[in-house]
């Protein structure tokens, strides 16, 4: 099986505008979800999508968002960025043990 | 809240010895899970052991074994045979009931890692 995808690799955003990341699960896997790692506050939990609803929430600010798709695609979505706001992005994709496997990421950088 | 806590912010094993890596929990919940994660340079995160906290039995995967004790909250990873490529950032991870199933949440909270160095 193909592992988890996440395009893009590498993007370099400028403060205020706005950034979409996407991540394809592994085939069969309907949960997917987002943590954002950063030096200072390790890997943080941002949201969980199954079957298109969000089922769970992390501690971050409306301007993360999500959603995912009837495939089990998701995006998920930073507006108005913030320098604080570069980051390693990570996907998620979940068996129904709840074993997460984990993209390659997405390195956000906002100048 | 449910926290982890791993002490050892970096260790390193000279090649072939064993390495034993800690992490403690805090959880008022009595199933969960518990997952030891590796990320190399390469920042890939690879799952490398799992343990449910309802089986006493301990896991292992090839070299890599965990001394799971549930009382003391205590879910330690022993990689024996040390291997160069076993050099990265591990992470302890504890996972609790999801939310349907009467938990707090079903999201991975992780430790803050420690650096873990293998020489030649």
């Known amino acids: 099986k193909a592992g988890v995808t996440q395009t893009p690799r590498y993007l370099i955003k400028t403060r205020g505008q706005q950034v979409t990341l996407s991540c394809s699960p592994i085939s069969g896997h309907r949960s997917v979800s987002w943590y954002q790692q950063t030096p200072g506050q390790g890997l943080q939990f941002l949201f969980e999508y199954f079957s298109e609803t969000q089922r769970n929430k992390g501690n971050f600010p409306g301007r993360f968002s999500g959603r995912q798709f009837s495939n089990s695609r998701s995006e998920m979505n930073v507006s108005t960025l913030e320098l604080g706001d570069s980051a390693l992005y990570l996907c998620?994709?979940?068996?129904?043990?709840?074993?997460?496997?984990f993209g390659p990421g997405t390195r956000l950088t906002v100048t | 809240a449910q926290t982890v806590t791993q002490s050892q912010p970096e260790m390193s094993v000279q090649e072939a010895e064993t390495v034993t890596l800690s992490c403690t929990y805090d959880?008022?919940?009595?199933?969960?899970?518990l997952f030891w994660y590796k990320q190399p340079p390469s920042r890939q995160m690879i799952l490398v052991i799992r343990q449910e906290a309802y089986k006493q039995q301990n896991a292992t995967e090839n070299r890599f074994s965990v001394n799971f004790q549930k009382t003391a909250k205590s879910f330690s990873l022993k990689i024996s045979d040390s291997q160069l490529g076993d050099t990265a950032m591990y992470f302890c991870?504890?996972?609790?009931?999801?939310?349907?199933?009467?938990?707090?949440?079903?999201?991975?909270?992780f430790g803050k890692g420690t650096k873990l160095s293998v020489k030649p």
């Open positions: 991870a504890f996972k609790g009931q999801d939310k349907s199933y009467g938990g707090s949440q079903g999201n991975l909270i």
């Open positions: 998620a994709s979940s068996t129904d043990r709840g074993e997460q496997y």
């Open positions: 959880t008022s919940e009595n199933n969960y899970y």
